[in-house]
């Protein structure tokens, strides 16, 4: 089956925690892309990779990395994790332009 | 810059009405994709229906059509027969239209659509 997996579904932790969400597709995806999703703004790109070794900023990056080093997973890292950053994250993939994404079913992180 | 813009926080229909959901955008470009996407209860992201903006034709998905006005930057969803399951946050999207590779999904904020008996 086609699809995203992004790992874990639920994270709670603490302030300055370092932490990393997986994300996986299996659909051969060059574009890969995080977007975090809050009440009233919608979902917001936080970075994009277009190939292997290739990522770049998105509208709201701070505070975050990623990296990709193999063109299936694309990890989104949290080095030091703040309450502003409490948000539903999501991963998705795109192999075509105009076909849209392919969503991972979404990652809510809680930082107390 | 593009944006989205979605006016209707919440919205609410009967089952077996039809519901249409506002969507407006803003772009210098002439070459685009525009999206409907589905996020019920269970937070999945699902794609209900896209619009090539170079094609006139509205795009149809079963019940879901959409009425596409590029001299107005307009791009709404209407919704046919409602049924429960359609009870959902609904956003819209844009996404340039850029030679060999896919590109951002820019969002609007969302109308969430609650469907009675």
């Known amino acids: 089956e086609a699809q995203v997996t992004q790992n874990p579904r639920y994270l709670i932790t603490v302030t300055g925690k370092k932490l990393t969400v997986t994300c996986s597709q299996n659909m051969n995806h060059e574009y890969m892309s995080w977007y975090r999703q809050d009440p009233g703004l919608g979902l917001r790109q936080i970075y994009y990779?277009?190939?292997?070794?290739?990522?770049d900023k998105g509208d709201v990056p701070e505070g975050y990395k990623v990296s990709r080093k193999e063109k299936r997973n694309f990890p989104l890292i949290l080095e030091s994790p703040s309450p502003n950053q409490t948000s539903l994250y999501f991963c998705a993939s795109s192999g075509q332009r105009g076909y849209g994404y392919t969503f991972g079913s979404g990652t809510r992180l809680t930082v107390v | 810059a593009q944006t989205v813009t979605q006016s209707q926080p919440e919205m609410s229909v009967q089952e077996a009405e039809t519901v249409t959901l506002s969507c407006t955008y803003d772009?210098?470009?002439?070459?685009?994709?525009l999206f409907w996407y589905k996020q019920p209860p269970s937070r999945q992201m699902i794609l209900v229906i896209r619009?090539?903006?170079?094609?006139?034709q509205n795009a149809t998905e079963n019940r879901f059509s959409v009425n596409f006005q590029k001299a107005a930057k307009s791009f709404s969803l209407k919704i046919s027969d409602s049924q429960l399951g359609d009870t959902a946050m609904y956003f819209c999207a844009f996404s340039r239209r850029i030679t060999g590779t896919a590109s951002k999904l820019t969002f609007g904020t969302g109308t969430r659509l609650q469907v009675t008996l």
């Open positions: 772009t210098s470009e002439n070459n685009y994709y």
């Open positions: 990779s277009m190939n292997v070794e290739v990522t």
């Open positions: 619009q090539e903006a170079y094609k006139q």
